[in-house]
């Protein structure tokens, strides 16, 4: 007997792309609907993991040019919450002034989005966490954020890296094993366990007072 598929937990049934925000600009869509942000490094695999998790190919663009998007970009799912994609973080190549930019702009999201409930910081299985990964997480702790973390590309690790890869991540970012989620948009391991914190952080009140 085979076991019945598992309900998604995030059918996508509506996706629309509302705008960017670009560096400097004060531009942002109505703040009509609860919001998820997505974060991390450049190339950590974001636009990946979000076209996983809506299901479409080419929903955010995946690219071999780290340190492309320079917009938080707005993505309304169901007509129900906006997924905000920020811009990739600590791309060592990108000039000084632009880097600063792009963390302003972070920042200045951040700290403005009253329908924020709450952030997907994604880090690369492979990778111990960057100082830059860690200035995110302890930003978002600062600022009391709820933080969910995507570890990506887990598919890149043999069975028996896995556990000593998490743990590493783990300590190295003062996080429990319970906040962690291994992610691949190879395998689409992952995926549900996303979808389903997302749409239970949309589900949560906005903390953030009104004005
Ligand atoms: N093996 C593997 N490769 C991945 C995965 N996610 C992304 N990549 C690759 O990593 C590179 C960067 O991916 P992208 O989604 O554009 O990263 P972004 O810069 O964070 O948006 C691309 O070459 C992807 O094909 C994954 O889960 N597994
Ligand atoms: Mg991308």
């Known amino acids: 007997m085979t076991e019945p598929a598992a309900a998604d937990p995030l059918v996508i049934r509506q996706l629309d792309f509302l705008g960017g925000m670009a560096v400097g600009g004060n531009w ?7 919001e998820v942000a997505f974060a991390g490094r450049s190339n950590v695999g974001k636009s990946s993991l979000l076209n996983m998790l809506v299901r479409r190919r080419a ?22 919450f906006v997924i905000a994609d920020l811009p990739g973080y600590g791309y060592a190549r990108v000039a000084r002034e632009k880097r600063q930019a792009w963390q302003g702009l972070i920042d200045q999201y951040l700290r403005s989005a009253r329908e924020l409930r709450g952030v997907v910081v994604l880090l690369d299985a492979r990778r111990e966490p ?49 906040q962690v989620v291994p992610c691949s948009a190879v395998t689409r391991e992952g995926r549900d366990e996303i979808a389903a914190a997302v749409v239970s952080l949309i589900q949560t009140p906005a903390w953030r007072a009104p004005g």
């Open 28 to 34: 942002r869509p109505e703040e009509r609907l609860p």
């Open 130 to 178: 960057s100082p830059d990964d860690l200035d995110m997480l302890e930003y978002l702790a600062a600022l009391e954020i709820p933080t969910l973390v995507a570890i990506t590309k887990i598919d890149k690790l043999r069975a028996r890296e896995r556990e000593t890869q998490l743990t590493m991540i783990c300590q190295a970012a003062g996080l429990d094993p319970s």
């Open 59 to 80: 929903f955010a663009r995946v690219s071999n040019t780290p340190g492309r998007t320079q917009e938080v970009n707005f993505f309304q799912v169901n007509n129900t």
